[in-house]
């Protein structure tokens, strides 16, 4: 060979492994930037079902805004035609909600057509003019029913930051009513975002379709501002209203996804930060190009297939996993509105229901107390009683609604299980075996003494029936003091009294168990049972800073432990000293306060029969009219619950001008008063507080005891 021929050769060997070499390291580029995209793709597909979850649960959210609109709308067209007391129900309805500051609202209300504010949940509110806030320029042109959501504002009524979402109100024929108002809290909608807690490199935003920032989940968000036109964003929601972007930022690359929601002009936007989500494949490329330059084309190709294989399977469950995620997120969410819903509903019968008793019990009561025939006398008396039973189903109602009035005093364990033992065993029959187990030297628990007996007397009836079936059984009514640290649910680190009702029943499987608390289930047969003993039980330990736990296995028997806070040294005790058949100051002038027109006259005729003069007034501000006029008064009573200026209020306006003037105040529930209660009870003038439905002898005896001088120790 020439070397002409040797230097061809070479040349050709060096082009065919220069070649080779190239085509080599081109696979690996190109392998490299489809694992990059694959793991980019899977990353784009997380936010996206992130921000379907999120998106689901703001649509929940504002079905329930969408439930206040349409009352706002029912209560103009009442208005119109003149039912007041229908719009007043309807109006307390909104100050509860605002109360509870449920969806974090602060503030439903209602604008005129004339753009002045017509009425508030605000208490206190005056008339504003609202004719230039966009918030009632839009619905008030609009044509639809679709929200209007406002940008962050400071509200005119409530003074704070508020995001308004408003609806346009139609009257029957279709022509403009007015604007239904439901004002939100956006830094609580920012809390609710913080706590789903995503991981580093993660961000929700909440915005309206024009990009203006609703909530941030951002540790420092900066609310109200516009998103630019050309950002991208903006420029993917002009494409569709559903799908997937990227971003460049300061801080780098930002893969969103994105979702609007159905009839509300609101879009979701969750973005991740594209290196930490591409960190975990930071080593393909290293490895691909390391294996081109050592190993043949076969083996490099076997890696790049291996890698994209695994990344495959991961991208796979991850999005698995986030399906899974967002089912279990959206099911306790229901699961939770539900319940605070039944709750709610619950409470309110039950006031109402306080109300429809403490009539039918006063008055039954006036009749048996006038009447000289046994005949009538004896259907009044079977009256009471029946009036008496509904009283014992709305205090649990009201109990489940953790509504309900707690006289929480210190309860000495080791006595009350004696004499519970000793009741029990003659009342839940020779079949069952009752002891006690209770741990010697235990300090005493604070708890409503009548709602711990009644609990534990449902639980211990729960029980017999459980071991009926056995034939019978042992149940066992066990104490101890045990000292909460840390995580555990429901209670706050602590000493506690543990409260053990145990029976050797035939127990639950896993699937009752998990309904066994839930409000009205039962597996009694009908007319046997209500289905509120363990959701009155659950709701009594929680209310009392406690909590309930069930334990169970079928053929092993239920144990039911009761957590409830030891006694401090100072317990409150708001019943009035005992003063029953006390003859009350003839002439005395008590002012009456009460919404309900019946109960109002029937409390009149007792107290006038007793000797006091009694003047009725239909609310607070007719009361406040009454003590403008006249201050001769030496007692006021007044109901809770009352639209526009309820009782404690009533009490707190007085006490300005007469700081000494005795108060008896009527409630069915005074859970949410109950701060203020402590301050009216710790201030100079007497006052005391009776649950209804209240014996009319109750009531004479709560005013003797503000009227008549107290007795020295």
């Not at 039950?350 to 006036?366: E, P, Y």
Request: overall charge neutral; glycine content about 10%.
């Amino acid at each position: 060979m020439t070397g002409l021929s040797r230097r061809l050769t070479w040349l050709l060997a060096l082009a065919f492994w220069a070649v080779c070499s190239l085509g080599v390291g081109a696979a690996a580029w190109l392998h490299i930037r489809h694992v990059q995209n694959q793991a980019m793709g899977s990353a784009l597909a997380r936010a996206e079902i992130a921000s379907r979850a999120v998106e689901q649960m703001l649509m929940r959210s504002f079905e329930a805004i969408d439930g206040i609109h349409e009352q706002a709308e029912a209560r103009q067209r009442l208005l119109v035609l003149g039912q007041a007391q229908a719009v007043a129900a309807i109006e307390a309805q909104f100050k509860g909600i605002a109360d509870q500051a449920r969806f974090g609202v602060r503030q439903v209300a209602v604008i005129g057509t004339d753009g002045i504010l017509a009425w508030s949940s605000v208490p206190g509110w005056t008339p504003v003019n609202l004719t230039d806030r966009p918030h009632f320029q839009g619905p008030r042109d609009a044509s639809g029913h679709q929200p209007y959501i406002s940008i962050p504002l400071i509200g005119r009524t409530t003074a704070q930051w508020s995001v308004q979402v408003t609806r346009r109100i139609d009257d029957g024929t279709g022509r403009f009513a007015g604007v239904a108002v439901v004002s939100l809290d956006p830094i609580a909608l920012v809390r609710a975002l913080q706590e789903l807690q995503l991981g580093e490199g993660r961000r929700i935003r909440i915005l309206r379709q024009d990009g203006v920032v609703i909530a941030d989940s951002e540790d420092r968000p900066e609310l109200g501002i516009r998103l630019e036109a050309e950002d991208p964003l903006r420029r993917a929601l002009a494409l569709a209203p559903n799908g997937r972007a990227e971003a460049t930022s300061p801080g780098g690359l930002r893969l969103i996804g994105y979702q609007s929601l159905e009839g509300v002009p609101l879009v979701v936007e969750l973005s991740l930060d594209a290196a930490a989500e591409l960190a975990s494949i930071d080593f393909v490329a290293p490895s691909i190009s390391a294996a081109a330059t050592a190993i043949c084309l076969l083996l490099l190709a076997a890696i790049a297939l291996s890698i994209s294989w695994l990344e495959h399977s991961r991208t796979q469950q991850d999005l698995v996993q986030a399906r899974r995620d967002r089912e279990s997120v959206l099911e306790r969410l229901a699961h939770a509105q539900r319940m605070e819903s039944l709750g709610r509903l619950a409470g309110g019968i039950a006031h109402d229901f306080n109300n429809v008793l403490q009539a039918a019990i006063g008055g039954a009561k006036l009749i048996a107390r006038r009447s000289a025939d046994p005949g009538i006398r004896k259907l009044a008396e079977m009256v009471i009683s029946a009036g008496e039973r509904g009283a014992s189903v709305t205090q649990r109602l009201l109990a489940f609604a953790r509504r309900g009035q707690l006289r929480a005093e210190a309860i000495e364990i080791a006595p009350l299980f004696e004499g519970l033992r000793e009741v029990l065993s003659h009342t839940l029959g020779a079949i069952v075996e009752v002891r006690v187990a209770v741990a010697p030297d235990l300090p005493p628990a604070m708890a409503d003494r009548g709602q711990l007996e009644a609990v534990l007397i449902n639980l211990a009836v729960n029980a017999r029936d459980a071991m009926r079936s056995m034939g019978g059984g042992r149940l066992v009514l066990g104490a101890v003091l045990d000292n909460i640290g840390e995580g555990r649910p429901g209670l706050a680190p602590g000493r506690y009294l543990r409260l053990d009702v145990s029976d050797s029943g035939s127990g639950m499987d896993a699937a009752t168990l998990a309904q066994a608390a839930e409000p009205f289930f039962t597996t009694k047969p009908k007319d046997q049972g209500t289905g509120l003993g363990l959701a009155m039980a659950t709701g009594f330990a929680q209310q009392s800073g406690g909590t309930l736990a069930i334990d169970s296995a079928p053929g092993k028997g239920t144990r039911v432990t009761l957590w409830l806070p030891e006694a401090d040294e100072v317990t409150l005790r708001r019943s009035p000293p005992p003063h029953a058949g006390a003859e009350l100051p003839e002439g005395a002038r008590v002012l009456l306060v009460d919404d309900e027109p019946l109960v109002r006259r029937l409390l009149a005729e007792w107290l006038r029969e007793r000797g006091l003069v009694v003047v009725e007034a239909e609310g607070g501000r007719d009361a406040l009219a009454l003590l403008a006029r006249e201050t001769a008064f030496d007692l006021m009573i007044t109901d809770l619950a009352m639209p526009g200026m309820n009782g404690l209020q009533l009490i707190e306006a007085i006490r300005l001008g007469q700081p000494r003037l005795p108060a008896l105040l009527l409630t069915g529930h005074p859970g949410d008063a109950d701060a203020t209660v402590l301050r009216l009870v710790s201030e100079a003038g007497a006052f005391t507080m009776l649950r209804k439905p209240v014996a009319p002898e109750a009531v004479l005896a709560g005013c003797a005891a503000l009227l008549l001088p107290q007795p020295t120790p």
